[in-house]
């Protein structure tokens, strides 16, 4: 396999692993929304407990049970990175608590501006122009989406959001950086951090049998698998994209709570989601024909 079809497999791979990982996070709207008479931070609490746990059953098997040699290979990569997913596994609580849903979304979808340029400092991730537009593109859609509800004021609340976005940027330029590295540790650090700050908050009422379910899947499948698929895919693709594919979740969860919970959405939202969506099959397509082009280059000999 040559180096350009080595490099389109690898890209590729990349698309569809953070569009996996966007896909699984959107879902967890539609299983918030379907919790009865808990708290929210007591479900913060022990959605980080199963996360936690079923991530160290992971670890442990990929390992063959050296699992504190996996946290030490890591290193203070699997930390910073530990951090930026606690940050962004509870300042959207934090955020919803003080500011509202389209200030939150909003300020969240700056973090592909925030990714690209801190690429371009630390790793020399010059984004194309095509990714520029894209991000243009997809924070219009965002806006059309959430234009009927956003407001001033919840000073507290926005910077909350502002923080989600910056913790994201950094996240992905540590993860770009350790390509070779087992950064499951990390996702592992992410929920305890997350764990610790809902535990004096959490009052564990309203715990029954469906609840803990639903709340098991919000952390093992909505959050566990897709931050496992979110770590391999940046490998495989440039921080600015990886952040702009991720956007995918603030399109695909209000869409399962249309067709599963019957909230219909505003004609706003429909076309705000369907801009975003066509922003980055843009962004794909362009991708496609740059290397194809490139491939019809003859090389120097």
């Not at 396999?1 to 890209?11: F, L, T, V």
């Amino acid at each position: 396999m040559n180096h350009m079809s080595a490099s389109k497999e690898s890209r590729a791979t990349g698309v569809l692993l953070v569009a996996g990982a966007a896909l699984f996070w959107s879902s967890g709207g539609l299983l918030f929304r379907s919790i009865r008479g808990a708290e929210d931070w007591t479900i913060a609490f022990w959605r980080a407990v199963f996360m936690v746990a079923a991530l160290l059953l992971v670890l442990a098997v990929m390992e063959r049970g050296r699992v504190w040699s996996a946290f030490m290979r890591a290193g203070w990569r699997g930390l910073a990175s530990g951090l930026c997913f606690g940050i962004m596994m509870t300042g959207f609580m934090l955020a919803l608590a003080r500011t509202s849903v389209a200030n939150t979304m909003m300020l969240m979808a700056a973090a592909p501006f925030f990714a690209a340029l801190l690429a371009w400092a630390v790793l020399g991730e010059r984004p194309r122009a095509a990714v520029w537009l894209t991000m243009i593109a997809a924070i219009a859609g965002i806006a059309l989406m959430v234009a009927t509800d956003l407001r001033p004021g919840a000073l507290l609340g926005n910077l909350f959001a502002l923080a989600i976005a910056l913790a994201a940027a950094a996240n992905i330029v540590v993860l770009r950086g350790a390509r070779e590295i087992n950064m499951i540790p990390a996702i592992v650090i992410g929920g305890v951090f997350s764990g610790l700050i809902s535990l004096p908050l959490a009052d564990h009422v309203g715990m029954g049998g469906v609840n803990l379910l639903l709340i098991f899947l919000l952390g093992v499948v909505q959050l566990g698998v897709g931050a496992i698929l979110y770590i391999f895919g940046a490998r495989h693709l440039p921080a600015a994209e990886t952040t702009l594919i991720a956007l995918l979740e603030s399109v695909l969860a209000p869409l399962w709570v249309w067709l599963l919970l019957r909230e219909t959405p505003t004609p706003y939202g429909l076309a705000g989601g369907a801009l975003v969506l066509a922003a980055l099959v843009a962004l794909t397509l362009t991708a496609g024909r740059r290397r194809a082009e490139s491939r019809a280059v003859p090389a120097a000999e």
